[in-house]
Structure formats: structure tokens, C-alpha cells
């Protein structure tokens, strides 16, 4: 197992800013794994998995912790009928496993490509785009265990999904190894998001097709990550009672809602925009991008203090107009 020492955290994260970590072992295997989880109870830190670091913002006073660098490679797939089963190691990027089945031509990830990060990652978050959650495609998680030094499988109803929710977001005992996924061999393009709406009468009828689709999308929504720093949307987009989401509408008419159960989801980014016209909205070195207000993105010289303060400065702004508080999708490294 490699280990590195005192790597800053602003190389391993796409917001590009941090301070350093004590060490950082990179795990190709599951011996790594508990390789490293010894060594991290010897030196007495803590533990912290990382995938591609793509929606976490690392501290700038660094971290005193074992930064577990997932590269656990490889997926398998398994016809069984109508679907295909899929194990997906956790370090596999989570873009080039859907592009993985989409080439296979299975359904049910396919509007989540494009989404930077690993597929370890994506159940923390249950990270989710145009009308899609990864939580909807998954049959089951592995994990180690670091409290008993096991290896266990948790079913998709033991995971207690939610929105940009899991169970592996608050148990920090639980590093995920792989995922399975069970996908259709049969399906049909999901196109309802309003995104979508200019290409109403694309000829997207193929997995493969619905992929490219979305890339093209985000492509005009995201920021170059070669140019900038981001995470992606910063913030979550709030669920709030249809009471409050009706009040909202009178004071701003065109305000879309999302039905979650009895309550409604709020695009912030349509308050951002259209309220508060924040787009390219800009202190110091960090902004709003142009192109998708939700989107933080930080420049040369950006610090983790600065984009926290910039956040709360936008949580502000929005509670200000809408008396609604909203709350990072960014996990904050401690």
C-alpha cells in the first residue's frame, strides 16, 4: 500500500482549496483497506474515505487524519431476465461506469452521466439529476465496517436513502467498498425535466443517446474544471409544505415545484436567478457561475474560509426574499 504524507487536500478535491493532509494511502485492494485502517488506529487519527473529492471542501488548516484515497477497480455483470446485475467497485469513475452500461444498452443511470466523482461515492450523497436518483438503481452496498473490522452487505432498504441522503453520510464506521446495481434491459427515455425541453423532439430513444444528451447539458451548465475550482451545486435544493410553496408563488408567479410526497422541492438556483440575479455573482475569488447560478466556483487564491462565508452570504440572500433556509450538498471535511 502506498502511503503519502502531507499532501494538500486543494490537489485531491475539485474546489482546489485545503490545506494538508497528515497522510493519504491510496487503496487499490481490500487488504489496502484494512491495511490502512491499522495504521490510522496505531497513529490515533481518524479516517476519512475520499473518491474524486468532488463535493467536499477540505479545511484550510489542513487535516490530522488518514485520507483513504479509493481506487478499488473493476465492475461485473450478470444477466439475470429482464436485467442486468451489476458490482461496481467503489473506485471506478461513476461517468465511466455509466458509460459502461450504456454501451451494454441498460437503463437507470443513465441521467445521472456526466456527474464527476466515484461510484463508492455516489450512495453517500445519493447524488441525483434530471428527475433521477442513484438510490432508485441500487440493490445493495458493501462495506467495511472500521468499528467491528468487517465486511458487510447492506440491502437498498437498509441504506435509508433520501434526498442527497444515506445512511453512509452520518455512520462514519461504514467505508463503501461496491455497489450493486440492478438495471433493465428494457426502458424508455425519462425526458420530463424541464432542462430537456429544448430537445423535445431529440431522437434520444438509446441509453447511449439519453448520455450524450445530458453531457451536452451539463456541459452548458458547469464550469471547465481544468479552468476553475467547483463542486458542483453548492446547495440543495430546500423541500418545504405546500403551504409555503403556494405563499412563494403568489409573491413570485412561475416558481416551480417538485412534488415530494405532500411537500414540494424548490429549485434555489430559480431563486438565485430570477429573484436575486445573482449569476457571476462575485466577492473576492470565489463566484456564482455565469452560466448556473447554483454552481460555486473558486479562482486562483480562493480559501475554504472564503467559500464558506461566501455561502452564508447566499444562504442569507435567499432567506432574505423567501424566509426559507437552505443548506450545503458540499460536505465539509473535519
Keep these: ?24 494511502c491510496h487503496i487499490e485492494s481490500l487488504k489496502d483497506l484494512t491495511d490502512a485502517c491499522e495504521f490510522a488506529e496505531a497513529h490515533a487519527l481518524p479516517i476519512i474515505p475520499l473518491g474524486e473529492g ?46 459502461a452500461c450504456a454501451e451494454r444498452s441498460v437503463w437507470g443511470i443513465e441521467n445521472l452521466a456526466g456527474i464527476p466523482g466515484t461510484v463508492g461515492a455516489a450512495p453517500v450523497q445519493n447524488i441525483g439529476a434530471y428527475g433521477a436518483s442513484v438510490s432508485d438503481s441500487i440493490e445493495c452496498v458493501e462495506a467495511y465496517d472500521v468499528q467491528t473490522k468487517e465486511s458487510i452487505r447492506i440491502p437498498h432498504d437498509a441504506c435509508r436513502f433520501g434526498y442527497r441522503q444515506s445512511r453512509f453520510k452520518n455512520e462514519k464506521n ?97 431563486i438565485l436567478d430570477r429573484v436575486l440575479h445573482l449569476r457571476g455573482y462575485t466577492e473576492g475569488n470565489v463566484l456564482l457561475f455565469q452560466n448556473q447560478p447554483l454552481v460555486l466556483v473558486t479562482q486562483n487564491g480562493a480559501t475554504a474560509d472564503a467559500v464558506k462565508k461566501f455561502a452564508e452570504v447566499i444562504a442569507e440572500k435567499v432567506f432574505a426574499v423567501s424566509e426559507i433556509k437552505i443548506s450545503p450538498e458540499v460536505q465539509f471535511l473535519k
Excluded at 1 to 24: C, F, H, K, N, Q
Excluded at 75 to 98: C, I, K, N, P, Q
Aim: net charge neutral.
Design 54 to 99: 468532488s463535493n467536499v471542501l477540505a479545511p484550510d488548516e489542513g487535516l490530522a487524519a488518514v485520507i483513504l484515497l479509493m481506487k478499488l477497480p473493476g465492475a461485473m455483470y450478470e444477466d439475470v431476465g429482464t436485467h442486468v446485475r451489476v458490482r461496481a467497485s467503489a473506485g471506478l469513475s461513476w461517468d465511466t461506469f455509466v458509460s
Design 174 to 270: 461504514l467505508i463503501i467498498t461496491a455497489v450493486t446495481f440492478l438495471l433493465s434491459k428494457q426502458g424508455t427515455p425519462e425526458l420530463h425535466y424541464p432542462d430537456f425541453a429544448p430537445f423535445k423532439d431529440t431522437c434520444a430513444q438509446t441509453p447511449r443517446a439519453v448520455t450524450s444528451l445530458v453531457r451536452e447539458i451539463r456541459a452548458k451548465k458547469f464550469p471547465d474544471l481544468t479552468q476553475f475550482g467547483t463542486a458542483g451545486s453548492f446547495f440543495k435544493n430546500p423541500i418545504v409544505s405546500r403551504e409555503v410553496y403556494e405563499r412563494l408563488v403568489e409573491r413570485y408567479e412561475g416558481l416551480p415545484g417538485f412534488a415530494e410526497g405532500d411537500a414540494v422541492k424548490i429549485p434555489v438556483a430559480w
Design 1 to 24: 500500500m502506498r502511503i503519502d504524507e502531507y499532501v494538500p487536500l486543494s490537489t485531491l478535491t475539485t474546489l482546489r482549496v485545503g490545506g494538508a493532509a497528515r497522510y493519504v
